[in-house]
RNA sequence: GGGCGCGUAGCUCAGACGGUAGAGCAUCUGCCUUUUAAGCAGAGGGUCCCGGGUUCGAGUCCCGGCGCGCUCACCA
């Protein structure tokens, strides 16, 4: 018999006698007097004279994580809320019964204690135990005490083991959950409205990525899931709904990397009379906001590289390119450089010419998608400090407004990179049907020449733009990277509690025939 | 998809040259009424990721596959 079968066996043999001594199995209730975390918080600091004049009396429930046993006495120490605390059971001290359950206890089991608090001889607060009552019986052994659960894939997969065993784990989750009150509150505080728009989408659009397909039975249509809120939130400022955000899930059918999960949690948010510029400013302030709500400092260190959440730098995208150009591919480019293909193609040679690895490039592609590859190339690994990486070519960006007052290649988007991560994307929203329209025809063009991720043309969307959005800014910002560098997470499988993973193979030979391979 | 690495007990890990599979924790038994990875004595626990091959003999070598991590490509 395999060794946990043993255990497994060994544990329901001890679920029946903690039944046979008149306790249910599995109880229905239990009403703790107070938490661990507020045991620690309140009495962390109090002397032993104090607490032995004061007999506090505390009832606490939380999961047993070791035990020292001493024949007729033990302490354990009992987890809640990613907090331990010590118990002192001694027979001498509580019912015959109540030891008895003591024995019966595993580790892993969560049990509730009644006693009161003192310090022992080595001054550890510890609660001096009256009674002890099995709440769940812990089937499965836990993992080692000292080591923990270590194993990536396995702490992905079970990430029920991984969070009581892993204190450091179960704090990214928490902060997790502030990052996104942070936006909120910051979004609540201006007026916003919060809305959910569909993630089952007939067509989809709002960003440049391949959808799942799904199938819809009744209606006997296939549906995507959404790439991304956007159209449908525009739609709403359509409505009237002048301030209007989301935080939801969005879905893209593409590769899985340390910053890419086929779901991913953005935040959209749409402000109408506004462009850019008041987008730019909102997004120093929020930043920086739901840097100091979640870390209470807006200093933050990722991957080794230290930065200020209040610290701006704002580049254009060619002033980038300048900027971060390397000396072995001088001279440096001017921005004149930018004015074509053939130019923009010599650019790429030369940067080709005198760095490794070569950057991609396709001649055929229009010149402002080959110079965002460029900056790619050229500048993107150095921006670590926040910035604001302004003026996108028109090419690849088929919602944003044109930039006023210049040649018409160029759009007012903007995006945010921190740490080396881009976090935002930005532009002054384009709400001109007419134009709208010839953008989605030249996506068709640029799907017919072979990419598969340009848009597709969103009739319904341009109706809506018929009838008048007012000037807008929208914003899209990606929750889960935010939260890997406020919690310095190098992946985003840490950020996400239970990331997609490859399912486990049928456990039998039997069933693993007739998988098509 | 490419490259590199990893896969041995429930967990964390050792296993030179190919020669009967090991440790610690956890589990079980005994002792132990203030311990701190408690201690002492003993016991049980294995599809060495899967499938082939080489060999008298494979955890170890070879081939194929699976899973995971890192990285490049793609993307946010």
Avoid: C
Avoid at 221 to 244: C, Q, S
């Amino acid at each position: 018999m395999a060794l946990d079968e043993r255990i497994y066996q060994q544990r329901r043999e001890k679920l029946a006698a903690i039944e046979a001594l008149g306790q249910p199995a599995y109880p229905y209730r239990y009403q703790p007097s107070i938490s661990i975390p507020e045991i620690l918080q309140q009495y962390g600091a109090r002397p032993a004279e104090e607490l032995e004049r004061e007999r506090i009396s505390v009832v606490i429930a939380g999961r047993v994580m070791a035990i020292r046993a001493m024949g007729k006495a033990a302490f354990m120490q009992v987890q809640q809320h990613g907090r331990q605390l010590q118990i002192y059971v001694k027979k001498d001290a509580i019912s015959d019964a109540a030891f008895e359950r003591y024995r019966l206890t595993d580790i892993g089991d969560l049990i509730g204690v009644r006693g009161y608090l003192f310090r022992t001889r080595t001054g550890e607060l510890s609660v001096h135990a009256d009674d002890l009552t099995i709440l769940t019986k812990a089937l499965l052994p836990l993992p080692e005490k000292w080591h923990g659960l270590t194993d990536v894939e396995l702490r992905y997969r079970q990430r029920y083991v991984d969070l009581f065993m892993n204190p450091e784990v179960r704090e990214v989750f928490v902060k997790r959950s502030r990052v996104v009150q942070a936006f909120r509150r910051f979004l609540d505080g201006r007026g916003y409205v919060e809305v959910e728009t569909p993630m089952l989408q007939p067509l989809y659009g709002g960003a440049t990525a391949r959808p799942f397909i799904t199938h819809h039975n009744t209606l006997d249509i296939d549906l995507y899931l959404r790439i991304a809120p956007e159209l449908y939130l525009k739609r709403l400022v359509v409505g009237g709904l002048e301030r209007v955000y989301e935080i939801n899930r969005n879905f893209r059918n593409e590769g899985i990397s340390t910053q890419h999960n086929p779901e991913f949690t953005m935040l959209e948010f749409y402000q109408a009379y506004a462009d850019y510029h008041d987008l730019m400013e909102l997004t120093e302030q929020m930043f920086a906001f739901v840097a100091q709500e979640v870390n209470g400092t807006t200093r933050a260190s990722f991957d080794g590289k230290d930065f200020d959440f209040a610290d701006w730098q704002r580049l254009s995208m060619r002033e980038a390119i300048l900027k971060y150009w390397p000396e072995a591919a001088a001279p440096k480019p001017e921005l004149a450089d930018f004015a074509d293909s053939a130019r923009v193609g010599a650019l790429v040679r030369r940067f080709n010419s005198a760095h490794s690895p070569h950057m991609p490039y396709d001649p055929n592609a229009p010149a402002g998608k080959t110079i965002a590859d460029l900056f790619e190339a050229v500048a993107e690994e150095h921006l670590i400090q926040p910035t604001i990486l302004y003026d996108f070519p028109l090419a690849i960006s088929p919602l944003s407004k044109n930039k006023r007052g210049e040649e018409d290649q160029w759009v007012e988007r903007f995006e945010v990179f921190i740490g080396g991560l881009e976090v935002g994307n930005a532009f002054s929203e384009l709400n001109d049907p007419e134009e709208q329209r010839r953008r989605f025809e030249q996506q068709l063009r640029e799907r017919e020449r072979g990419d598969a991720e340009a848009h597709q043309m969103d009739e319904d969307y341009i109706r809506a733009l018929s009838y008048g959005m007012p000037p807008a800014g929208g914003m899209g910002v990606g929750i889960d990277r935010t939260t890997m560098l406020l919690t310095d997470s190098r992946s985003i499988r840490d950020v996400i509690l239970f990331p997609l993973l490859r399912p486990q193979k049928p456990a039998t030979a039997e069933e693993a025939d007739g998988q098509p391979e």
